[in-house]
């Protein structure tokens, strides 16, 4: 007999993941008959004429075949071979050979310098560990912490934002762990309060949930909101007084444009308290920030206050993959390594990041305040991360899944319905990027505006 749905494990079976579903199935459905589709539904900025930044690009190629330096002279720029070089002398072998569990100690210390250089306190390259993109990192740091399934009387669980990005929510139910959902506050900026996170919190003990650690996206994915140093300290304090672990999701950090607005990580936080008894695991991505190479699946997990022997369990749980894939851990080396100051490459480089962060600045203005003109249709500020997550109001028994459904068929673009997200109960929303070119998003809105007008 072959293979049947009933025979998968009920955790496959219950976990879902709407950036990819079925409102994109239908929209891959449509592209492949013909029709325009305009994809706002995933962030994933080369995909939507996002230009790769060139200092990346000559340093991957380079250390896939070191011969181009000779057999293209004058194509590379000598900092741009020098630090190919680099690479590969830590890496012994290239990058057709596995790397040490935790990635190429080079690049592993390139990382220890960036979080240096941007938070002024010490990191440790062997509290650092490459992952094929963020999300493995933040499935590993989960896997680590839910011991206890859940049953009908209790089991492990992790504190998640509502609305969250769909990753926790999926990886929570295939470790068959319990998500305790902590809502942000949409009318105060998509901020939170130590008061939210004790009603969560309270509510879950009292159903039996044994709460873990917290999970905390910032910049905000879907909100795009940047929790300032004050929310950053009440959310320590609350770790530490509930004796929870923190998952920081800082993937966007880069993504920053309101003025007044900054990123401030966790471990600067923690580090600046004097804070050791607070568990933290925190994620940084190249798919995201100025450089969108999500396909080169590059990113590090940091951990912080972690006793040895369970950094020894977090070590082997990432050796069961060997180790991540070798041109992502480049493409993380890039991440963190600008070129020298004063070089040819550096003016480059800088003059590509710069356009690329502008121009995300100027779409996520023009949304939110192209959306907030629709009636129907309200949209916090977008302060840093590549989303809006607009409510929207519908006609009686509609859902959000219907208005995202309808307006793919209509007009082609795909979003997302906030039901993936999660959001308070009686409300409805949807997250579309920022990242179409500008003209596209002018015309994104515009026909959202027709749409919406006509479909209420």
Known sequence: MSLSLSDLGSAVRKTEYAVRGPIVARAQELERSGRRIIWCNIGNPQALEQKPITWLRQIISLCEWPELAERAPGAFPAEAIEAARTIL?????????????????????????FIKRRDGIDADPEA?????????????????????????????????PIPQYPLYSATITLYEGRQVPYHLD?????????????????????????????????????????????NIEMIADFAKAHNLSILADEVYQENVYRKGERFVSFAKVLSDKGERGVSLFSFHSCSKGYLGECGHRGGYMEIRNIPAEVVTEITKLQSVSLCSNLPGQVATWCLVSPPPEGSPSH???????????????????????GLNKIPGIVSNEVAGAMYAFPKISLPAGKTDEDW????????????????????DPGTAHFRTTILPPTAQLKE???LIADFHKNYR
């Open 128 to 160: 650092i560990y490459l992952t094929d993109g963020a999300s493995k990192g933040v499935q590993a740091a989960l896997r680590i912490l839910i011991a206890k399934p859940s049953t009908p009387t209790g089991g492990d669980g992790i504190m998640i």
């Open 89 to 113: 002398k830590g890496s012994q072998h290239g990058l057709g050979a596995y790397s040490e569990s935790k990635g190429l100690k080079v690049v592993r210390e390139a990382v220890a310098h």
């Open 404 to 423: 995202c459904m309808a307006l793919l068929e209509k007009t082609g673009i795909c979003v997302v319905p906030g039901t993936g997200f999660g959001q």
């Open 347 to 369: 003016a480059i480089w800088k003059a590509e990041r710069e356009a690329i962060l502008a121009e995300l600045a100027a779409r996520a203005k023009l949304l939110a305040e």
């Open 444 to 446: 994104v809105v515009e």
């Open 186 to 230: 949409e009318s105060h900026d998509w901020k939170l309060s130590r008061e939210l996170l004790e009603g969560a919190l309270a509510k879950a003990k009292a159903e039996g949930t044994s709460v873990r650690a917290i999970c905390v996206i910032n910049p905000g994915n879907p909100t795009g909101a940047v929790l300032d140093r004050a």
